[in-house]
């Protein structure tokens, strides 16, 4: 069973507009969320994270937002740039700091 | 520059013959992890190691096996290739505190395939 879901797996949004990308999970134990980034023919690189205790965090063009009680988180990027399209994963940590991952959302930015 | 590093970036391998794929960090993390990358798929866990001497089951480890001697090192073998394991393969690393804030560090991946 997935612990943890993106329902979408791809979004087009066009440049400039704000891109929404989705998760949730099923199991309300983990302490900490975590998005990453990922280009083709490169590893995964760290994005943004959320504790569980914290309902916003922000760093510059992304905000990660946390609704415990849906079990549900959401990366917005405003305003989406061409250099934003990649392959976005959420990621939930447990109690003994492994992730559990989504399957992922290509994120296509279209001029 | 500090990370980890994969080797080889790609591999054409003939089933049935066995190969090691190669992970190097110079972060002294303490875990270390193996994933394969498939479409649709994400990314599933194949083994992953806590600390240096030992080593753990993820989601997908059957054909495949791992040793941690070191802190920096954490090889991936595959005894006897099957078309299957076809896949790209990244190897990560952490520090368990830095975890929440900096997740997971991750090298370029070695892209095989079995034929």
């Known amino acids: 069973d997935q612990q943890v879901k993106q329902n979408s797996p791809s979004l087009s949004v066009q440049e400039g507009r704000i891109s929404i990308l989705n998760c949730d999970y099923t199991?309300?134990?983990?302490?900490?969320f975590l998005w990453y980034k990922k280009y083709p023919a490169e590893g995964p690189t760290f994005l943004i994270s959320?504790?569980?205790i914290k309902d916003k965090n922000e760093d510059g063009r992304f905000t990660v937002f946390l609704n415990k009680s849906a079990k549900h988180l959401s990366l917005h990027i405003v305003p989406s740039q061409p250099g934003d399209s990649a392959v976005y994963y959420c990621?939930?940590?447990?109690?003994?700091?492994?992730?559990?991952w989504g399957a992922g959302t290509k994120l296509i930015i279209k001029p | 520059t500090a990370g980890i590093t994969q080797a080889p970036t790609s591999q054409i391998l003939a089933a049935g013959r066995s190969m090691t794929l190669r992970c190097t960090q110079d972060?002294?993390?303490?875990?270390m992890y193996w994933y394969r990358q498939d479409l649709g798929l994400g990314l599933r866990l194949i083994h992953y190691s806590n600390t240096a001497g030992t080593t753990g089951k993820g989601e997908v480890p059957d054909g495949y096996s791992v040793s941690r001697a070191n802190t920096d090192d954490f090889p991936l073998t595959l005894a006897s290739a099957v078309p299957s394991q076809t896949s790209v393969y990244f190897c990560?690393?952490?520090?368990?505190?830095?975890?929440?804030?900096?997740?997971?560090?991750f090298g370029s991946g070695t892209r095989l395939t079995v034929v």
């Open positions: 972060m002294r993390h303490n875990a």
């Open positions: 959320i504790s569980s």
């Open positions: 990621a939930a940590m447990d109690s003994n700091y492994q992730l559990i």
């Open positions: 990560a690393s952490s520090d368990d505190e830095g975890v929440p804030y900096y997740g997971y560090t």
């Open positions: 199991n309300s134990m983990f302490d900490y």
